[in-house]
């Protein structure tokens, strides 16, 4: 069975530094694997999608790699702002009754300090 | 972009009552999911449906059901509202295969007094 975890549960930072979060799975036989932000209150906002072929993605200041043999992925986070405070969740593809249903990390909430 | 639409973004209502929270997409996606989130829970799967009147138990259906009469649309349903229904219903929809992802809702907040 499938499990996600993410390393660490929170994360407090100031302003202007690089950060990396952490996704840890059981199963390394996935599709792909994507990133999400949650805002208080909100829902899930996709980040970024990385198919099992690729090894990174990249969208501004936001970069993540895919390990699929160590079952590992990390978010990088360059110069983080106040406005990235947010909780992050990662995901991964489980196949079950028909179709391919996402199984969630409980997410790392981060805190950026201006 | 592919836009997921909840019907409501809070919700109060009455132990005993029915409830239907809607979720509609736009980009024709075969794949719809209801899932609730709870703190220190994580995002726990509902229901889901792969098609047009196909449904498939997740993980906590205990006290829910779901329609999905339209293929753009799926309901989800609490026969008879419990306080331990209260939390936030988060609806998420994908494409047909294994390298897509989830575009999510913007979620509805149900209270349950």
């Known amino acids: 069975k499938q499990e996600v975890t993410q390393i660490p549960a929170a994360l407090s930072v100031p302003e202007g530094e690089n950060l990396v979060l952490n996704c840890s799975f059981t199963d390394s036989a996935i599709y792909n694997l994507q990133w999400f932000r949650q805002d208080p209150g909100k829902g899930l906002t996709s980040l970024l999608l990385i198919q099992s072929s690729q090894r990174e993605q990249t969208s501004g200041r936001l970069n993540a790699s895919l390990d699929k043999s160590s079952g590992r992925s990390t978010l990088y986070i360059a110069a983080s702002q106040p406005g990235d405070s947010a909780t992050y969740l990662c995901a991964v593809p489980s196949w079950t009754s028909g179709t391919y249903k996402y199984i969630f990390g409980t997410g790392t909430r981060l805190k950026v300090l201006a | 972009d592919v836009k997921v639409t909840q019907s409501s973004r809070y919700l109060v209502k009455r132990t005993g009552e029915k409830v239907f929270l809607e979720c509609v997409q736009d980009m024709d996606h075969e794949n719809m999911f209801w899932y609730r989130q709870d703190p220190g829970l994580g995002l726990r799967l509902i229901y889901f449906?792969?098609?047009?009147?196909?449904?498939e138990k997740g993980d906590i259906p205990e006290g829910y059901s779901v329609s999905r009469e339209k293929k753009e649309r799926f309901s989800l349903i609490l026969e008879s509202a419990s306080t331990n229904q209260t939390s936030m219903y988060l609806c998420?929809?994908?494409?047909?295969?294994?390298?897509?992802?989830?575009?999510f809702g913007s979620g509805t907040r149900l209270t349950v007094v």
């Open positions: 998420a929809s994908s494409e047909s295969g294994a390298t897509y992802g989830y575009t």
């Open positions: 449906s792969y098609d047009v009147k196909m449904k």
